[in-house]
């Protein structure tokens, strides 16, 4: 039986996004519609075939020693989630942190066009090698830098787009210095430093003190992992997923990465390091977030989460039955 044309494939898939609601805008459609997601997942369409690579699911492309996931394509509804978040125009400099497969930053350089540029960073070796090999391949003019992505890349900046695929715990101040201001910051977003959820990703517009939440939607990624002796525990990986995840959750820290997800919920909320309440996912859709990199900045009221480089301030709008959301 003949397998189906990638082109009808990529139809398929963004009709699929679009019932979801996760694909609204024609312009990010238009990306998803234009760029093959096979020619970054080789492997993955070779060994399960092209209906595989454009199912709505995150595609692990490298595991580590034992087995965990270390890198993948994250899933396609939260991409185009992220993408629409970012608001990518023409002629547009991004910079995205976490290189992957390559297929990300093939879409950001079919946002951005010939007038633009997409500088990508990863830290991994081999797999910044194999994203470089397949844009090059599919003739996407992207520079893939091999380095830690939490140092941004000055060289190119400042940016007036940044993307980070992979979760953190923190905003270095680099990618706020090297933001054009009024430029977007989009993110996932963890509010716990022990565990990998909650987290939601977040849109930050850069201000002249600070950064203040535009969008925050639901997902959840693998930990942006640190460059060796950095000072602080190595990130370990999480499956992507969309509003709410599946299965085995990939690896979480420790012995939790192996237990499922029900058990996994009561065992973070029972323990005493998650630093914010799982109640307000049901009220994601109400919470602003505002970064500072100064004392003087800090707003009077909301959850205060003190970071390495950064002060994250999380607080929720009041609901008014009578006059709405304020």
Known sequence: MAEADPAVLRQRLAARLRRAGTL??????????????????AAVAARQGLEAVYRDDALVIKRDALGRPASSSSQPSIMAAMLEQLE????????EVGAGSGYNAALLSSLVG???RVVSVELDEEVARAARAALARGGYPVQVATADGRQGWAGAAPFDRIIVTA?????????FEQLAVDGRLVLPLRFSRRWFLP??????????????????????FMVLRRS????????????????????????AIGALGRVWWPLQQLLLLLHQGLTAPLAWLPRLGDLRVMVT?????????????????????LHWRRRDRSQGTR
């Open 24 to 41: 609204t805008d024609s312009f990010v459609e238009r990306a998803f519609l234009s760029v093959p997601r096979e020619l970054f997942v």
């Open 88 to 95: 990518v125009r023409p002629g547009q400099r991004v910079l």
């Open 114 to 116: 010939p007038g633009g």
């Open 167 to 175: 979760s953190t715990d923190d905003i270095p101040r680099a990618w």
């Open 199 to 220: 987290q939601a990703v977040v849109a930050l517009r850069r201000t002249a003190l600070g950064l203040e939440s535009v969008a925050v939607v639901p997902g959840a």
């Open 228 to 251: 060796p002796g950095d000072g602080r525990p190595r990130g370990t990986a999480a499956r992507v997923t969309g509003s709410r995840p599946s299965g085995l959750v990939g690896t």
């Open 293 to 313: 990199f100064a004392e003087y900045q800090e707003p009077r009221a909301g959850i205060r989460l003190r970071r390495d480089e950064a002060t994250i301030f």
